[in-house]
């Protein structure tokens, strides 16, 4: 049974603590006291890059900012000729790939984009297969 909480309190949030490890001990698990928190679940919980809520995920700012710093660091080595533009956009492709698992519709906009503006003009090999394939169907 859990019961409603006043959360600005410890005692509720050790009383659900208490009895959850009495139900983990049942099946021979038990929570690390310092890795386990118990949260409200508008509060939300990191996983994976991602921020779990109760009917949506959102990605971590960090992971933004990262792409972001990632994307400007692509483009002076593709400049630099350092790396190949296919490489850069299966990274970008792959990243596109990852943050679809969350609500990320307008950031996926945003940052294709921005993707376009610092590369304009420039088709990635794998973009010429894909065209290839649908003009033979």
């Not at 600005?8 to 603590?17: I, N, P």
């Not at 991602?50 to 933004?64: E, G, S, T, V, W």
Request: aromatic residues 12%; hydrophobic residues 35%; positive net charge.
């Amino acid at each position: 049974e859990i019961k409603e909480c006043d959360w600005s309190s410890d005692v509720c949030s050790s009383d659900l603590e208490s009895k959850i490890n009495e139900f983990l001990k049942i099946i021979k698990l038990e929570l690390h006291p310092d890795k386990s928190k118990i949260r409200r679940l508008n509060q939300g919980i990191c996983f994976l890059g991602f921020r779990a809520f109760n009917y949506h995920k959102l990605l971590k700012k960090n992971n933004i900012k990262q792409m972001e710093k990632k994307l400007f660091e692509f483009k002076e080595s593709f400049e630099n000729d350092k790396i190949s533009y296919d490489k850069v956009y299966a990274s970008m492709e792959g990243w596109i790939a990852y943050v679809k698992q969350a609500n990320t519709y307008n950031l996926r906009k945003v940052f294709t984009q921005k993707f376009e503006e610092l590369f304009p003009g420039q088709i990635a090999n794998v973009e010429i297969s894909r065209m290839l394939k649908t003009a033979e169907c």
